[in-house]
């Protein structure tokens, strides 16, 4: 899908690591301008999907490459070799380490939306993310977060379930993937109160699949663990 006008690319060392320092700059006169933040596979059309993960960098190859990356990604384990193709062929991926910020310009977005995707990074890395999201999104645009709600989690410990607990939620146990292991947990309250420290207004819990956000019927999911948060820029 033709989003992105242009990608400037380049890469400096910093920590032993590999800094990626990227600007996407969307189709001129495309509105709304829609990113899914750490979006996984779980992505629908119109939106701009940046994400770390293998599956997203493979999306950034020819699709000839798709097929033959398939078995190697983890994706066999949900879906079909011709609906990964698709997903990849069909949506906008951007393969991108969010730790670094988020890649585009201040006062671009128009919606932001990360599902099962904060809980994967520090509290500091959290932070710092929420300040980008609040840099790069236009004043009314509006942020919509969903997390392992940490309430929910403490819930199954209170009625025994402390293995579920643990492993669900605090030390997930996925030898795949380096992105699948929760580093933080929230509750309504400390998202609400980082959302705040970013400089959003009108913090608000919201339903699920209810709320400002466009697509929603098809990007949220997880309902009976999951906390939904949005929150706007004044």
């Known amino acids: 899908m033709k989003l992105l006008r242009r990608l400037v690319d380049g890469s400096s060392l910093v920590l032993g690591k590999v800094?990626?320092?990227?600007?996407?700059?969307?189709?001129?006169?495309?509105?709304?301008?829609?990113?899914?933040?750490?979006?996984?596979l779980a992505v629908v059309p119109g939106w701009i999907n940046i994400d770390g993960s293998l599956n997203a960098l493979v999306a950034t190859l020819p699709s000839s490459f798709h097929r033959l990356a398939y078995?190697?990604?983890?994706?066999?384990?949900?879906?079909?070799?011709?609906?990964?193709?698709?997903?990849?062929?069909?949506?906008?991926?951007?393969?991108?380490?969010?730790?670094?910020?988020?890649?585009?310009?201040?006062?671009?977005?128009?919606?932001?939306?990360?599902?099962?995707f904060l809980e994967h990074l520090s509290r500091q890395d959290g932070v710092s993310l929420a300040e980008e999201m609040f840099r790069v999104i236009k004043p009314g645009g509006i942020v919509r977060i969903s997390v392992p709600d940490l309430a929910y989690a403490v819930s199954l410990y209170e009625q025994?379930?402390?293995?579920?607990?643990?492993?669900?939620?605090?030390?997930?146990?996925?030898?795949?993937?380096?992105?699948?292991?929760?580093k933080y947990m929230y509750d309504f309250n400390m998202l609400s109160e980082m959302l705040i420290g970013a400089g959003f207004v009108n913090v608000r819990r919201c339903k699920v699949r209810e709320g400002r956000t466009p697509d929603l019927d098809a990007l949220d999911n997880r309902p009976e663990d999951s906390l939904f948060v949005e929150a706007e820029r004044s």
């Open 160 to 182: 025994g379930y402390k293995e579920k607990m643990l492993i669900s939620y605090f030390f997930v146990e996925d030898d795949d993937s380096y992105f699948a292991r929760h």
């Open 71 to 116: 078995r190697f990604t983890g994706a066999h384990r949900y879906y079909s070799r011709e609906e990964y193709c698709r997903i990849l062929q069909d949506h906008c991926f951007v393969h991108h380490d969010l730790v670094y910020g988020i890649p585009l310009a201040d006062n671009m977005v128009d919606y932001i939306y990360s599902s099962h």
């Open 19 to 40: 800094r990626r320092n990227r600007l996407i700059v969307p189709v001129e006169g495309q509105s709304p301008v829609k990113v899914n933040i750490g979006c996984g």
